[in-house]
């Protein structure tokens, strides 16, 4: 297995009293798209300014690229990173406020026409950034992002801002990026979005990790559920019965705690005994719910 | 360093900024070098009242220096303009929150606060060059109106006089503009850096003067006034000055090095 591209270990930040991360523990491996969620407050821009060395750790340690975040000249020239979103000279054009950028980190102009196409940004590239829209702020600040070319792309809320099919782009966009190796961290709280486009999760609550690993695994906590509704209502309980699994009736459906797997089997069940059905459909808890199961929220 | 400097100068070649400071020190020394000339013969003479007033006459005029006695009085008003300049390139990184692409771009903090420094000192220099020659193109202009004769201007004295000048002025405007950098980066606010630090130098540092004499020896803006004017006590406010600006530039050095970004 290759070496994580993000290794964090018993990091903690405190302000005073106040603790934002409190020994944070997780991998990103290499070549994923790694989401970061957590509510608001979690710690997640904590964790992620510290990965960029802008703030430095209380205690603990964190590699990136298999530097030390002590020593983020080591490693920074070869990420991109958008966080807390998009911050730019508002006197300046878009074009320039890139150029500065790409000025300070040894990058050549002739990257930028190129990005700024790919965020859908060539038609106002001399435009005032002042001038520009919530979401046009938020394409310029990934194009800034992508500049350097990245190995490891950091984006906190890219999808701020965006319409719905401003976020189809974005999420298209990473994809493309993710196949030719780009490893993406990125924090939302479109849990939907995380979930399309994630194989790997790492969730933040209070300043703790409470889950880190793959999607699947996560979802996989969550009961998987059958629902089943017989033609005739009152075949329900027989049919709970029948499955010997544990279930449910709302509304004349039934609701069996079973993988999606046990689908056809109780298909059958049903059919051996006379019980017709006019729904039968397996559902697997969406990320949303099993988030807000592991966080407690709502 | 090369790199900063010159993404720097990306910001200060802005229009607005760029042509908006050379065309306000220009015209602040212009103005001034103007009233000394057309109120020659005003009988409330032509320089500032009080116990250091003091009339530039005719013959003061005509001397080698004469051509820079306008430059030089613009001192102050030129340090003004750097210390707004390099207060708001400061503090804006903070208040727009653009220090965390910077430094995403240039993790060497140090580096990136140098590369800032010396791109605004040579912005500052250029200023200084502009407000240097409107003086001198307004002295000439109105030197023969006002009577005052220009031969000694083209001397090789006056040649001296004008880059002794000069170097004052650009020494003193540094100094100023270090305190601005200074207060950018203590207080990460454009307006309460350039408010603070102008209020200080224009208004607080003068109450105090008048109210304690002894002041003058050591609060700053006193003495790079002395400085700007090459006044009595030159050699002794240079190194007051300095090592002030010194250990300024090693405190905000270590509060920026060390300091977490996080806004």
């Not at chain 1, 001399?126 to 938020?138: A, E, I, P, V």
């Not at chain 2, 993404?7 to 103007?34: D, Y």
């Not at chain 2, 003479?45 to 004469?66: D, F, H, I, Y």
């Not at chain 2, 004295?157 to 207060?183: C, H, P, Q, R, W």
């Amino acid at each position: 297995m290759a070496a994580p591209i993000i290794s964090v270990t018993n990091l903690s930040k405190r302000y005073g009293e106040q603790v934002a991360l409190s020994n944070a523990t997780f991998e990103v491996p290499l070549g994923t798209i790694c989401g970061f969620v957590g509510p608001n407050g979690a710690g997640k821009t904590t964790t992620i300014r510290i990965l960029l060395g802008l703030i430095s750790p209380t205690s603990g340690s964190a590699e990136v690229l298999g530097n030390s975040v002590s020593e983020p000249e080591k490693y920074l020239a070869n990420i991109g990173a958008m966080i807390e979103g998009p911050a730019f000279y508002p006197a300046l054009s878009g074009v320039e406020n890139l150029k500065i950028l790409a000025t300070l980190g040894g990058i050549n102009f002739s990257v930028i026409p190129d990005l700024l196409a790919k965020v859908g940004l060539s038609d106002r590239a001399d435009s005032k950034y002042k001038t520009y829209s919530l979401g046009m702020k938020q394409r310029l600040g990934i194009a800034a992002a992508l500049l350097p070319n990245p190995k490891l792309l950091i984006l906190d809320e890219p999808t701020n801002g965006l319409d719905p099919a401003g976020i189809q782009e974005i999420r298209e966009l990473l994809q493309k990026l993710a196949t030719t190796g780009v490893t993406v961290f990125v924090s939302s709280h479109l849990l939907s979005e995380i979930e399309m486009i994630c194989e790997h999760l790492v969730v933040l609550r209070n300043g703790e990790v409470i889950f880190a690993g793959p999607v699947k695994d996560l979802l996989q906590r969550n009961r998987p559920t059958i629902i089943a509704k017989p033609i005739n209502g009152g075949d329900c309980q027989r049919l709970i019965a029948l499955s010997g699994l544990r279930g449910e009736i709302i509304d004349e459906t039934v609701h069996l705690d079973a993988p999606e797997t046990f689908a056809p089997e109780l298909n059958k069940i049903a059919f051996e005994n006379g019980i017709l059905l006019a729904q039968l459909t397996p559902v697997r808890p969406t990320l949303e719910e099993t988030f807000f199961e592991i966080t407690g929220g709502k | 360093m090369i790199k900063i400097f010159r993404a720097e100068w990306r910001k200060l070649r802005r229009p607005t900024l760029f042509f908006g400071s050379l065309f306000a020190v220009g015209f602040v020394s212009a103005m001034i070098t103007a009233f000394i000339f057309i109120l020659i013969d005003a009988p409330t003479g032509n320089a500032k009242e009080g116990a250091q007033a003091m009339v530039v006459t005719r013959e003061m005029l005509a001397l080698p220096e004469g051509v820079m006695i306008g430059f030089a009085s613009s001192g102050a008003l030129l340090g003004i303009v750097a210390l707004s300049v390099f207060a708001a390139q400061t503090a804006q990184e903070f208040s727009l929150g653009t220090l965390r692409n910077l430094l995403v771009r240039q993790p060497n903090r140090i580096e990136l606060l140098m590369g800032k420094y010396i791109s605004m000192i040579t912005f500052i220099a250029l200023a200084v060059v502009v407000s240097l020659i409107s003086a001198i193109a307004i002295a000439y202009l109105l030197a023969g109106n006002a009577g005052v004769s220009t031969t000694a201007w083209r001397s090789a004295d006056a040649i001296k006089a004008i880059l002794e000048s000069y170097g004052n002025v650009f020494i003193a405007a540094i100094g100023y503009g270090t305190i601005g950098m200074a207060l950018g980066i203590y207080l990460r606010s454009p307006i309460s850096a350039i408010s603070i630090g102008v209020g200080w130098l224009l208004v607080v540092e003068n109450i105090i003067a008048a109210a304690w004499k002894a002041s003058m020896n050591w609060l700053p803006g006193q003495l790079l006034s002395v400085i700007s004017n090459g006044g009595e006590n030159y050699g002794a406010a240079l190194i007051k000055i300095s090592v002030t600006l010194i250990l300024l530039v090693l405190s905000f050095t270590y509060i920026f090095k060390r300091r977490d970004v996080a806004n």
